[in-house]
């Protein structure tokens, strides 16, 4: 079962607090999650933060919009697939979140 949040805050200050027991951490999903005319499209960033063995692993279920989402696009491609798209944002939100401490990127 994953923890839900509206904030990536949540997921950052969960690494700093538990820091010294996490050993990685890996984006696995990125979906679209329908339309809204105030916010742009809503999307769910599937995060996992890996944790020694005698701990377990935590799993985040990120809701956030277009508008965060495109703040990870750092391609210079203009016209993306969606597949190139959302492995550049996937990578990214990896990239952001293991510079929290340092961390090995879980591959």
């Not at 820091?19 to 105030?38: A, H």
């Not at 985040?60 to 696009?73: G, K, L, P, Q, V």
């Not at 190139?84 to 939100?93: L, Q, T």
Request: a neutral charge; glycine letters at 4%.
């Amino acid at each position: 079962m994953s923890r839900e949040t509206a904030k990536l805050e949540r997921i950052t200050k969960f690494i700093e607090r538990n820091g010294k027991i996490i050993t990685g951490v890996k984006c696995t999903s990125l979906r679209e999650n329908g339309f809204n005319d105030m916010e742009g499209t809503q999307w769910v960033v599937g995060i996992k933060v890996f944790t020694i063995e005698k701990y377990r692993n935590v799993q985040f279920s990120w809701f956030t919009n277009s508008t965060c989402i495109d703040d990870y696009y750092l391609d210079n491609n203009k016209n993306p697939t969606n597949k190139e798209f959302k492995n550049s944002v996937m990578e990214n939100i990896e990239d952001h979140l293991a510079t929290i401490f340092p961390m090995e990127k879980c591959s």
